[in-house]
């Protein structure tokens, strides 16, 4: 399914500073599974985003980060249900119809890097025609302005002039990732969800895209990007989320997460100490499955600090859902 809208008009304008971008509130998900098994993909995640702000949502694969974006664009499968708020500008997208969501919220108020940039693109048109299409109906430009357009649009993503003229499936996944990225910009939503934006760019490449990504934000849109890419992270972060097992477990101001106090969540900590340029300690054991979660808090099997008061699930207070936060001792 294309992410973009197919109506004309003009982007959103942009939220004033002092409201939130995106307002969430109790978003779950669970995937309705045969034999009535559930899924609880996401659970109870609650987060605002700001004019300006880049979150970083990271954690492990499969803990939900890409799941909870679908959510936002109403791009889930059919199986699935929603509970919670999600509002951009007074709408709340889990309660949006299809035909709001198509018209108004997809590339307009909420644009995506989808993760999987060569299943968004269209097979049987080349970059160009795709973002001059993209570029026509969420910008209204008509006739040469249409191309120059496209072609700022290519450039801000570092994709090449002169491979605009391919098809989908001549270009390498880095490739189809920066004609993702240029698609993305193109509508100028306030809110901006990016997956993965950087998978398969060597690192100069990411750091291009993460600052292009950055200076997005700075002109006062927000950002969301989900990342397994901590270095990226930190480059771009002004606050990181982190997922486990579905559930926010973390959120708290990029620099303290990074650098002192460091997070106070275990498995925050043993994220950053997996690092090789850290500690290079994986955390021991693996994530529960997301359809047989245990009662209590999804992390106490594999942390050393879980006593019995861990039988419970604990709350997000003050950034932080652990009964044992850690306080600051790095050195
Ligand atoms: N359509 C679906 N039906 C059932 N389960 C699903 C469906 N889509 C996703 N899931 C499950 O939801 C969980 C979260 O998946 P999600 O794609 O959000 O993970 P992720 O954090 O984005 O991982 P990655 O970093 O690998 O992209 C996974 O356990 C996945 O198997
Ligand atoms: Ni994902």
Redesign the pocket.
């Known amino acids: 399914m294309t992410t973009q809208a197919r109506t004309g008009g003009a982007a959103p304008r942009l939220p004033a500073p002092d409201e939130p971008v995106l307002d969430v509130s109790g978003l779950s998900v669970r995937?309705r599974?045969r034999g009535g098994r559930r899924?609880a993909?996401v659970t109870d995640a609650s987060f605002r985003l700001w004019p300006g702000e880049c979150l970083a949502l990271v954690?492990e694969?499969?803990?939900?980060?890409?799941?909870?974006a679908s959510a936002l664009l109403g791009l889930l499968?059919a199986?699935?249900q929603t509970a919670g708020r999600a509002l951009v500008g007074g709408l709340d997208l889990l309660a949006a119809d299809e035909r709001t969501l198509a018209r108004t919220v997809r590339g307009r108020r909420v644009g995506l890097v989808p993760?999987s940039p060569a299943a968004h693109l269209t097979p049987v048109r080349t970059v160009r025609s795709q973002l001059q299409e993209t570029v026509r109906e969420l910008t209204g430009a008509r006739g040469s302005g249409l191309r120059a357009k496209a072609e700022a649009a290519a450039e801000r993503a570092a994709f090449p002039a002169d491979h605009l003229d391919r098809y989908p499936h001549q270009l390498s996944g880095g490739l189809a990732q920066r004609a993702a990225t240029a698609l993305a910009l193109v509508g100028d939503a306030p809110l901006l969800l990016a997956d993965?934006p950087t998978t398969g760019l060597d690192r100069d490449l990411v750091d291009r895209t993460v600052d292009e990504l950055r200076r997005h934000a700075d002109a006062g849109h927000a950002l969301l990007m989900?990342t397994?890419d901590l270095a990226a992270a930190e480059r771009i972060a002004d606050r990181v989320a982190v997922?486990y097992a579905g559930r926010i477990v973390e959120l708290t101001d990029a620099p303290a997460f990074f650098g002192e106090p460091g997070p106070r969540h275990p498995y925050a900590r043993g994220l950053l100490d997996a690092l090789p340029e850290r500690a290079f300690t994986p955390i021991p054991g693996m994530p529960p499955e997301?359809g047989a979660l245990p009662a209590g808090c999804a992390f106490a099997a594999r942390c050393e600090h879980a006593t019995a008061a861990c039988k419970t699930v604990p709350a997000l207070l003050d950034g932080t859902a652990c009964h044992h936060p850690q306080e600051p001792t790095r050195a």
């Not at 694969?61 to 909870?68: M, N």
Request: overall charge neutral; glycine content about 14%.
């Open positions: 995937f599974m899924i993909a954690g694969s499969g803990c939900g980060k890409s799941v909870l499968p199986n699935a993760q993965e989900i397994h997922m997301l």
